[in-house]
């Protein structure tokens, strides 16, 4: 039977992604958590590679805020940044091809033991609430009309849950929990500016993950995009974006393992970290400076 691997943010670190798969038993099948490319020095050969394994049943690829950003640069709506790495992108001939096929990739996933997602969720999220909402945010993508969402996703606002939101407030916050969300209050209140480890939110926020009572809270989450954590371990929530574009390492859990270990645990505190197994390989050659 094949393995599952979950792998952290890619960025575009094609040579890292390559070097990891190697490592990975022979038949196995990879779930990558977002941040597919930008910043790393190869985007459009990581966006290629992965395309290619996911049409060929090897991986899944969840959306990330870099994956997001490239679809609005495409669109017109946004130009790209000084350290962006995605204009090989935007000028390659299979250019339509490639963001057709992103645009149709899931914004959360999950396989019954385990929730994967890039950023997080908030405390008032069950598994199936948040499943049920990044369906919502899938659809907008893979519309015709795809681009008047992109027109109004970005932005801050509205940055706590009500589930009377509508429309593009509705959607604008779902996508903000699912692929930015770092810190956040009791109450589900966001705050977007503080990217530094655990104790850098301002006061009343803390790490989505640390919220006492959020109701994912049985089940492990592996997420990725905070690279300032390494690799965590706590709260039956596992994070492992590892910096690979600024020079960590590129890593990868094993998703059996890691659901399999949780039925020992179960009743232990909740600050216990699970048993996990993990693959990690350098990162990139030539690191982005922080």
């Known amino acids: 039977m094949s393995r599952v691997f979950a792998i952290g943010d890619i960025q575009g670190c094609l040579s890292s992604l390559n070097q990891l798969i190697k490592k990975l038993p ?6 990558c958590l977002g941040d597919m490319i930008n910043r ?8 290629r590679r992965l395309k290619h394994l996911q049409e060929t049943g090897v991986a899944e690829c969840i959306l990330g805020n870099h994956d997001l950003n490239l679809l609005a640069c495409d669109a017109g709506l946004r ?6 790495t995605i204009d090989d992108i935007l000028r390659a001939p299979d250019r339509k091809d490639l963001i057709d096929w992103l645009r149709h990739r899931p ?7 385990v929730l994967l997602v890039h950023a997080g969720v908030l405390p008032q999220w069950s598994v199936k609430r948040t499943l049920e909402l990044a369906a919502e945010v ?5 519309q015709k009309t795809y681009k008047q969402f992109l027109a109004q996703m970005y932005g801050n606002t509205p940055n706590y849950w009500d589930p009377k939101l509508k429309g593009i407030d509705r959607l604008r916050l779902i996508t903000n929990t699912l692929t930015r969300v770092r810190f956040c209050t009791p109450e589900g209140e966001m705050e977007f500016k503080s990217k530094e480890g655990l104790e850098s939110g301002p006061a009343g926020y803390i790490p989505w993950f640390e919220i006492s009572g959020r109701k994912t809270q049985e089940m492990p989450i592996v997420f990725g995009h905070w690279s300032t954590l390494g690799l965590l371990n706590r709260h039956r929530v596992v994070g492992i974006d590892t910096g690979c574009v600024w020079g960590g390492t590129l890593t990868a859990i094993d998703l059996d ?3 399999s270990a949780n039925e020992t645990i179960r ?3 909740t600050d216990q970290g699970l048993k996990i197994k993990t693959l990690s390989v350098a990162g990139c050659d030539h690191p982005m400076r922080m």
């Open 26 to 31: 022979r038949t196995s099948k990879i779930i």
């Open 40 to 47: 790393g020095p190869d985007s459009l050969g990581s966006l």
């Open 257 to 259: 393992h890691l659901a």
């Open 107 to 113: 914004m959360a996933l999950c396989n019954g033991k």
């Open 79 to 84: 130009d790209s940044k000084p350290l962006d």
């Open 138 to 142: 899938e659809q907008a993508l893979r």
């Open 267 to 269: 009743s232990t505190t």
